[in-house]
T-cell receptor, first 115, second 113 residues
Framework: DGGITQSPKYLFRKEGQNVTLSCEQN?????MYWYRQDPGQGLRLIYY???????QKGDIAEGYSVSREKKESFPLTVTSAQKNPTAFYLC??????????????FGQGTRLTVV | DAKTTQPPSMDCAEGRAANLPCNHS???????VYWYRQIHSQGPQYIIH???NNETNEMASLIITEDRKSSTLILPHATLRDTAVYYC??????????????FGKGTLLTVNP
């Protein structure tokens, strides 16, 4: 089945440790995105990538890093510099261009808890 | 991308139509209107999108005003499973554009029995 997969679903880390969240898609989408969601809040854009080997900062990139070495994969690293890393993280992908089939598809999210 | 304004919450009776408004008064001519919804603790789900004509699919209808400054998402017969946060987004679609996809806080629709 085609789709976008995030793993793991739940993740616990100690404060001060870096952690990498996985996001893989087999939809042949060019664009990929990472969002953060806090309780009762909307989605805030962390990073996005329009093509392989290229990515841009979103609205809250500080304390995060990404890579886009393959079209299918867009891992997010939450570094120790991120002050409040505990959150629900969502990955998405979409095609580029106009018209139909340009909607974004989302993974089921990773809930990160830092203790 | 143009900003959008949505009411924070709405209620609807089960079986009735749910009409969710969205203002996007700064929308430009090449920006599309997209709607997504997010059921609690899940990833958002695409519903529908349009440019200037009204659109309908198996999930919903999208009505865009003639001046394109606002739109309404219509769920014709709301069910309890339609309880979710609904997001309205506007974005440009072409290969050379910046593909930033920005969400607001959305509208929490509660469908009551």
């Amino acid at each position: 089945d085609g789709g976008i997969t995030q793993s793991p679903k739940y993740l616990f880390r100690k404060e001060g440790q870096n952690v990498t969240l996985s996001c893989e898609q087999n939809l042949n989408h060019d664009a990929m995105y990472w969002y953060r969601q806090d309780p009762g809040q909307g989605l805030r854009l962390i990073y996005y990538s329009q093509i392989v080997n290229d990515f841009q900062k979103g609205d809250i990139a500080e304390g995060y890093s990404v890579s886009r070495e393959k079209k299918e994969s867009f891992p997010l690293t939450v570094t120790s510099a991120q002050k409040n890393p505990t959150a629900f993280y969502l990955c998405a992908s979409s095609m580029r261009g106009q018209g139909v089939n340009t909607e974004a598809f989302f993974g089921q999210g990773t809930r990160l808890t830092v203790v | 991308d143009a900003k959008t304004t949505q009411p924070p919450s709405m209620d609807c009776a089960e079986g009735r139509a749910a009409n969710l408004p969205c203002n996007h008064s700064t929308i430009s001519g090449n920006e599309y209107v997209y709607w997504y919804r997010q059921i609690h603790s899940q990833g958002p789900q695409y519903i529908i999108h349009g440019l200037k004509n009204n659109e309908t699919n198996e999930m919903a209808s999208l009505i865009i005003t003639e001046d394109r400054k606002s739109s309404t998402l219509i769920l014709p017969h709301a069910t309890l499973r339609d309880t979710a946060v609904y997001y309205c987004i506007v974005r440009v679609l072409n290969r050379s554009s910046n593909y930033k996809l920005t969400f607001g806080k959305g509208t929490l629709l509660t469908v009551n029995p």
